[in-house]
């Protein structure tokens, strides 16, 4: 049992780092809570449904053109939607759920309201520490690997990430320093959806695919991203991995675990907002008047 | 008289007089539902729009007002009459417990964090479902009263009695101190206000309110089930506020009265019934593209304009302001309105 909880939540603190982390930097750049997130990658899981099992292409091929798609498709979204509202606040909140029901209405429209089967990429199982683990979710666990580090690159060794990173610092000054924060919003939407993207090509296999399946990780990933501190990227990492873990204990520990995960999950966010009201590595920054 | 106090008239009258014209049971009952949902509303304005709590976890206070209710009437086999106002009142304590929890969060960790309350109940709900129900609810509730026309009556004159209250109270010095610790709590706790207080009491009260809601919802259905905590309703509510406008209170209301009959009516079509969520959502877009402050501050913006000296309202027809004498212009150009704000 030790064993399942190491793997299960390392597995499932990677997804979730990937969907935490990308929210994070929407978040800290453009001051976007966007609710849509999740459902980018619901798209995606059903864009590599409908390329890999209706069109018949390759996994990678239809994986690479299902995120590409979903990439381009949110900065469509992000210009005629959330730009020309971007001043109001809660006009930007109510347009990103608004589009969360939309993509859900639409892939329940087109692809009925049932669950839906990947075939899984790769077969067979590898034995670690006395315990098999799919091949599946060790592809999982080194795709959220490998796009952490690119991610960590991009924002930390590209020009780009420097201006992503000094616009989230502080938008004014960004702007007034000569960035065209519109273009560097426009970038982080980007990035962050293809993070999102690639989650949900990556789980689409294991978990199954239907129009709601953007909730249950969409509250997963609002507690993660609170309990790093909001607009960290070292606390979301941190925080999926928490998640992950408390997930894994109570499913794998307590009678009706599976129902209490997600609660067990938020409490523990609720216990560190008591503690720390800023998260666990966010920054308490003066409110901007 | 205002046009904005006209159309309210208006809209009461219609209210109270239409089952005496035209009682079609489908319509009483959406009516019903509609006005259980302009409370619940309503409410959420006042703590998210004129406190500034945006609380996104309202659907808590809504279910936990439904479950105390069907409960106590139930298991106990006390009327509906007082188990409501209980329900009420357990939903003020949740209100006072979640308002405690978040005295310390503000801006979107607090949205986020109310986020997770609902869905805690509901984990507990699912736990225990011999307490519960489970994912059933508690069924075979009593209605507060029996004819589709008296529960009409019941629900459209709580929700007039209450709306009006919280309109008042929103009007008060109680909103104007509300209004002062959503634009700048440091500000109003210098001024010498006991801003802790005030949001304790404002999300008590909020609360009370949705829980009333609740409670009224689940006797209307007979029926108490998770689906009144889920994620959805706490959207449902956040959408109905901001369309209709926030810090207006009757902005939610109108939202509710618009979207809610909306979505029940493209539902009743053959063909569009599955539909109805899309639609419902690309309305919502496209009117918050074109007004993105809500609908009811920009329909009363046509409607009326305020006097530049002495703020007081006036009908858009008018030259002068009807209490001060002052020119009213008529165009303001550009850059006087970029300046006004």
């Known amino acids: 049992m030790l064993q399942d909880i190491l793997v299960t939540g390392l597995v499932n603190g990677g997804v979730y780092a990937l969907l935490a982390i990308g929210f994070s930097l929407i978040f800290g750049v453009a001051r976007i809570v966007n609710i849509a997130h999740t459902a980018f990658y619901m798209l995606a899981a059903y864009c590599f449904y409908a390329l890999l099992v209706k069109a018949g292409l390759g996994f990678l091929l239809s994986g690479i053109i299902a995120v590409v798609a979903v990439t381009l498709f949110s900065m469509l979204c992000y210009r005629l939607v959330i730009e020309p509202v971007r001043e109001h606040e809660a006009a930007v909140l109510i347009a990103t759920i608004a589009l969360a029901l939309i993509f859900q209405e639409l892939m329940l429209f087109t692809f009925g309201g049932h669950y839906l089967g990947i075939p899984s990429t790769l077969d067979g199982s590898v034995r670690v520490l006395g315990v098999s683990i799919p091949y599946q979710r060790l592809l999982i666990l080194v795709v959220a690997a490998a796009m952490l580090a690119v991610a960590w690159f991009v924002l930390y060794r590209t020009r780009l990430g420097l201006a992503i990173r000094a616009t989230a610092n502080d938008l004014e000054v960004a702007n007034l320093m000569g960035m065209n924060v519109h273009r560097v919003a426009m970038a982080t939407v980007a990035i962050s959806v293809a993070l999102a993207a690639i989650a949900g090509v990556v789980v689409a296999p294991v978990f199954v695919v239907d129009p709601f399946m953007w909730l249950a990780p969409l509250v997963t990933m609002l507690a993660i991203v609170v309990l790093g501190g909001l607009g960290s990227l070292k606390g979301s990492l941190i925080g999926a991995l928490i998640i992950g873990y408390v997930e894994a204990i109570t499913v794998f520990a307590?009678?009706?675990?599976?129902?209490?995960?997600?609660?067990?999950a938020l409490l523990i966010m609720v216990a560190v907002l008591l503690v720390r009201p800023e998260g666990l590595f966010g920054v308490a920054f003066e409110e901007e008047r | 008289m205002l046009p904005s106090r006209t159309l309210v008239?208006?809209?009461?009258?219609?209210l109270v007089a239409l089952p005496q014209a035209?009682?079609?049971?489908?319509v009483l009952r959406i009516l019903t539902m509609t006005c259980i949902f302009a409370v619940f509303a309503a409410s959420w304005d006042l703590l998210a729009g004129y406190t500034g709590q945006v609380n996104f976890g309202h659907a808590l206070f809504f279910g936990a007002?439904?479950?105390?209710?069907?409960l106590m009437s139930l298991k106990l086999g006390i009327t509906p009459w007082a188990t409501v106002w209980a329900g009420a009142a357990v939903a003020a304590l949740f209100g006072f417990l979640v308002g405690y929890l978040c005295l310390r969060l503000r801006g979107s960790y607090l949205s986020l964090a109310t986020l997770a309350f609902p869905l805690i109940a509901l984990g507990l709900l699912f736990a225990f479902p011999g307490f519960s129900g489970g994912e059933l609810g508690i069924s075979g509730l009593r209605r507060v009263v029996v004819s589709p026309t008296s529960n009409y009556y019941v629900a459209a004159l709580s929700m007039l009695a209450i709306v009006f209250g919280l309109w008042l109270l929103a009007d008060s010095r109680f909103g104007i101190v509300l209004h002062a610790i959503r634009d700048d709590e440091v500000a109003a706790r210098a001024s010498g206000i006991n801003t802790m207080r005030y949001k304790l009491m404002v999300f008590a009260i909020a609360g009370a309110a949705a829980g009333f809601a609740g409670a009224l919802f689940a006797h209307y259905l007979r029926v108490a089930g998770p689906s009144s905590l889920e994620v959805a309703l706490s959207f449902q509510v956040v959408i109905w506020g901001i369309f209709g406008g926030v810090a207006t209170i009757y902005g939610p209301v109108a939202a509710v009265f618009i979207l809610y009959p909306l979505t029940e009516w493209l539902g009743s079509f053959q063909g569009v019934g599955e539909l109805r969520l899309l639609i419902f959502a690309i309305i919502v877009l496209l009117v918050l593209l074109f007004m993105p402050r809500g609908l009811a501050p920009w329909v009363r913006d046509k409607l009326e304009t305020q006097c530049p000296r002495c703020k007081q309202r006036n009908g858009s027809w008018k030259k002068v302001c009807r209490l001060c004498g002052a020119p009213l212009q008529a165009q303001?150009?550009?850059?006087?309105?970029?300046v006004g704000h």
């Not at chain 2, 008239?9 to 219609?14: G, K, S, Y």
């Open chain 1, 254 to 264: 307590l009678p009706a675990g599976a129902y209490l995960k997600g609660a067990v």
């Open chain 2, 9 to 14: 008239l208006l809209w009461v009258v219609a």
């Open chain 2, 22 to 26: 035209y009682d079609d049971p489908y």
């Open chain 2, 65 to 70: 007002g439904a479950y105390t209710s069907a």
């Open chain 2, 332 to 338: 303001v150009s550009r850059a006087q309105r970029l």
